[in-house]
């Protein structure tokens, strides 16, 4: 009875290892890191290519957008960036500018659910050119999630960025 009880732990925990080696990190809602423009579109039906074409200063480019979609239970505009190692980093816009006293109560209720869902905020260093009032920061696995708060006149925008840990370039 005993090695009946020593080879079903062995079993489970053999099964649970290969879930875990197996399971793909999730980017942002039903994306990986690593997927292809093609895989993408199969898992977001609403990404479809930008109007116009965009590369950021870290070689990566705008290859999807995706209009409307629901992030903490807020709506935002997906852009979805990609380099030859497939997805890399998904920036969350916000629909509407908001008036800068709104954006703020936005960015401390958004600040509130992320830390509900992803947990401890983690520091933050100013990256050299961002012109952030507010960030956030929280890591999950191989993924960085910054919330940032940016004026723009008397407007404010909160955007979030999903991104790897490479691309990121993670203070962790």
């Known amino acids: ?41 199969r898992a977001l039906p609403k990404a479809v290519p930008p109007a116009e074409p965009k590369r950021l200063a870290n070689g990566l480019e705008l290859k999807l957008v995706a209009a409307g979609v629901d992030n903490l239970e807020r709506a935002f505009d997906a852009e979805l960036y990609f380099n030859d190692a497939g997805l890399q980093m998904v920036r969350l816009l916000p629909t509407r500018a908001l008036a800068a006293a709104a954006a703020v109560s936005e960015f401390e209720s958004l600040r509130h659910a992320a830390a509900l869902r992803y947990g401890k905020e983690r520091p933050v260093t100013a ?39 490479a691309v990121a370039g993670r203070d962790s």
């Not at 080696?21 to 423009?37: A, R, S």
């Not at 999630?145 to 991104?163: D, F, H, K, N, W």
């Open 1 to 41: 009875m005993r090695w009946f009880l020593v080879f079903a732990v062995l079993l489970v925990a053999v099964i649970v290892a290969a879930l875990q080696f197996t399971h793909q990190p999730v980017l942002w809602n039903v994306t990986e890191p690593g997927m292809t423009v093609d895989e993408v579109r």
């Open 127 to 165: 990256a050299p050119g961002v012109v952030a009032v507010a960030q956030a920061r929280w890591v999950a696995g191989r993924v960085v999630i910054t919330l940032q708060l940016e004026r723009s006149g008397a407007m404010g925008l909160v955007t979030m960025t999903y991104a790897t840990d």
